[in-house]
Nanobody, 125 residues
Framework: QVQLVESGGGSVQAGGALRLSCATS????????MGWFRQAPGKEREGVAA????????YYADSVKGRFTISQDNAKTTVYLQMNSLKPEDTALYYC??????????????????WGQGTQVTVSS
């Protein structure tokens, strides 16, 4: 059974930083796209960043470029999202997701096959 488990969320003040982790199991890690999405109350889910497990190609939403960094540890089958210079508008439930094959710079949630339970990030002004 495919499992994606996020951790590392919390409450921080504007300008602070957090590092999210997504531990994976139950599938062949190679040649997949691992993505991070977020959803705030009353808003649609939006893509944040993605990384290809068969290499190191990365993709970012315009709203987080220069502030967030996605990375991976292939041996641990774990992906990370380093979030710096956090803003109140970054407040959301953050999800890790798995997509078969290559990533894309368009973040359509329906292209992702499996999802974690989410981890809450709250940024106060």
């Amino acid at each position: 059974q495919v499992q994606l488990v996020e951790s590392g969320g919390g409450s921080v003040q504007a300008g602070g930083a957090l590092r999210l982790s997504c531990a994976t199991s139950g599938y062949l890690y190679s040649n997949k796209c691992m993505g991070w999405f977020r959803q705030a109350p009353g808003k649609e889910r939006e893509g944040v960043a993605a990384i290809y497990t068969g290499g190191s190609s990365t993709y970012y939403a315009d709203s987080v470029k220069g502030r967030f960094t996605i990375s991976q540890d292939n041996a641990k089958t774990t992906v990370y999202l380093q979030m710096n210079s956090l803003k109140p508008e970054d407040t959301a439930l953050y999800y890790c997701a798995l997509r078969h094959g290559y990533c894309s710079d368009e973040f359509n949630s329906y292209n992702y096959n499996y999802w974690g339970q989410g981890t809450q990030v709250t940024v106060s002004s």
